[in-house]
């Protein structure tokens, strides 16, 4: 049987300026300002065996881009939803002129950096900020174009040697990783118990993993894979100037 609370929304049972205060320490880079560098720790700096290519922005490009986004999935701030894009491609030719200016110009328009910030209940009680998972609804026109530039990216990531996919498995499409880790674990397992041994795990739950990261470390790991710099003035624009409204 559901829940109330998986059936009926819950509202947020503090201020306004608690809200935007609770999503700026979630969502914001106080460290925006700091240049990130090279640590000790870090591996060598991997050589490309190829260089990156800007991705077409054909309509058939568009239209692969589209097919696996959900036509319910919650509009950004415009109320544009995938499903328009989907049922009107007369539509897609403008979209691709767009989008091959946004690479031109190395600049995303105004309204692809806005969103609406939207507060999802997770746990009572409602009074508490910590208790809800802020999700950003950007506008449709700027995630397709993301979309098809993080596929573009990470093909050539793979494909260039700047991932080794012998270790990185989370958000590599087509990279079963959570069976792979599975499989792994269960074969030591099975090692330890009919070898006699002890085996010890060490598991690491980030806290805000994705909010937490700041814009200088993105833009470093960007230099750091040697990619264009064309490529690096764009993603700095898009950073330079988000607004969101709560």
Same mark, same amino acid.
């Given at each position: 049987? #559901?829940?109330? %609370?998986?059936?009926?929304?819950?509202?947020?049972? !503090?201020? #306004?300026?608690?809200?935007?205060?609770?999503?700026?320490?979630?969502?914001?880079? =106080?460290?925006?300002? #700091?240049?990130?560098?090279?640590?000790? /720790?870090?591996?060598?700096?991997?050589?490309?065996?190829?260089?990156?290519? /800007?991705?077409?922005?054909?309509?058939?490009?568009?239209?692969?881009?589209? #097919? =696996?986004?959900? %036509?319910?999935?919650?509009?950004?701030?415009?109320?544009?939803?995938?499903?328009?894009?989907?049922?009107? =491609?007369? @539509?897609?030719?403008?979209?691709? *002129?767009?989008?091959?200016?946004?690479?031109?110009?190395?600049?995303? =328009?105004?309204?692809?950096?806005?969103?609406?910030?939207?507060?999802?209940?997770?746990?009572?009680?409602?009074?508490?900020?910590?208790?809800?998972?802020?999700?950003?609804?950007?506008?449709?026109?700027?995630?397709?174009?993301?979309?098809?530039?993080?596929?573009?990216?990470?093909?050539?990531?793979?494909?260039?040697?700047?991932?080794?996919?012998? /270790?990185?498995?989370? !958000?590599?499409?087509?990279?079963?990783?959570?069976?792979?880790?599975?499989?792994?674990?269960?074969g030591a397992l099975r090692d330890a118990k009919s070898s006699g041994r002890s085996l010890?795990?060490?598991?690491?739950?980030?806290?805000?993993? !994705?909010?937490?990261?700041?814009?200088?470390?993105?833009? !470093?790991?960007? *230099?750091?894979?040697?990619?264009? @710099?064309?490529?690096?003035?764009?993603?700095?624009?898009?950073?330079?100037?988000?607004?969101?409204?709560?």
């Open positions: 049987m #559901q829940k109330l %609370n998986d059936v009926l929304p819950v509202e947020p049972e !503090f201020t #306004q300026a608690e809200r935007k205060a609770y999503v700026a320490e979630v969502l914001g880079d =106080p460290q925006h300002d #700091q240049p990130f560098h090279t640590e000790d /720790w870090m591996p060598p700096r991997p050589v490309p065996t190829e260089d990156y290519t /800007w991705f077409k922005v054909r309509v058939k490009d568009i239209k692969a881009a589209l #097919q =696996p986004k959900k %036509n319910k999935s919650a509009p950004g701030p415009d109320g544009i939803r995938y499903v328009v894009f989907k049922n009107c =491609p007369a @539509l897609l030719p403008y979209l691709s *002129h767009l989008y091959a200016r946004f690479i031109a110009l190395r600049v995303f =328009p105004d309204s692809c950096k806005y969103g609406a910030i939207s507060l999802l209940f997770k746990a009572p009680p409602a009074s508490k900020p910590s208790n809800f998972r802020p999700i950003c609804l950007a506008n449709t026109i700027g995630k397709v174009f993301m979309s098809m530039f993080t596929l573009s990216l990470t093909k050539w990531a793979k494909s260039s040697g700047v991932i080794n996919t012998t /270790w990185q498995k989370g !958000f590599m499409p087509g990279m079963p990783g959570c069976v792979e880790h599975a499989s792994r674990g269960v010890s795990a060490v598991m690491i739950d980030l806290a805000n993993a !994705f909010g937490s990261t700041p814009h200088a470390g993105i833009l !470093f790991a960007l *230099h750091w894979s040697s990619l264009p @710099l064309s490529i690096q003035e764009l993603i700095q624009d898009f950073y330079a100037s988000l607004r969101v409204v709560i």
